[in-house]
């Protein structure tokens, strides 16, 4: 299993931007579909972002399409999220997760088997 660890969460004001940073070892990074989610105080976890280990695929949660952009670098076995025009709602815990040559499409963190430690991003009105 990869192991993932996060980083670049911190307070912002609304309308400000933040880039999280995903690091990964101890896998075949290239191979692994590469997910953010987030979890907000009393809410459930909930799906975010997701960049496929084939074919450049990606996926957004409605909520955040338009404002977030999902990258990869498999040299750097880095998994990015550039969070632009941020909302106090955008205000949770984001995790970083992994799948092995999972289907982007299939939002379900149950498949992700591998998880970060989570990055506080707090977004003041």
């Known amino acids: 299993q990869v192991q993932l660890v996060e980083s670049g969460g911190g307070l912002v004001q609304a309308g400000g931007s933040l880039r999280l940073s995903c690091a990964a070892s101890g896998g075949t990074f290239s191979r692994y579909t590469m997910g953010w989610f987030r979890q907000a105080p009393g809410k459930e976890r909930e799906f975010v972002a997701a960049f496929g280990w084939t074919g450049g695929n990606v996926e957004y949660a409605e909520s955040v399409k338009g404002r977030f952009t999902i990258s990869r670098d498999n040299n750097k076995n880095t998994v990015l999220l550039q969070m632009n025009s941020l909302r106090p709602e955008d205000t949770a815990v984001y995790y970083c997760?992994?799948?092995?040559?999972?289907?982007?499409?299939?939002?379900?963190?149950?498949?992700?088997?591998?998880w970060g430690q989570g990055t506080q991003v707090t977004v003041s009105s």
């Open positions: 997760a992994a799948k092995f040559m999972g289907l982007v499409t299939v939002r379900d963190q149950r498949l992700f088997g591998s």
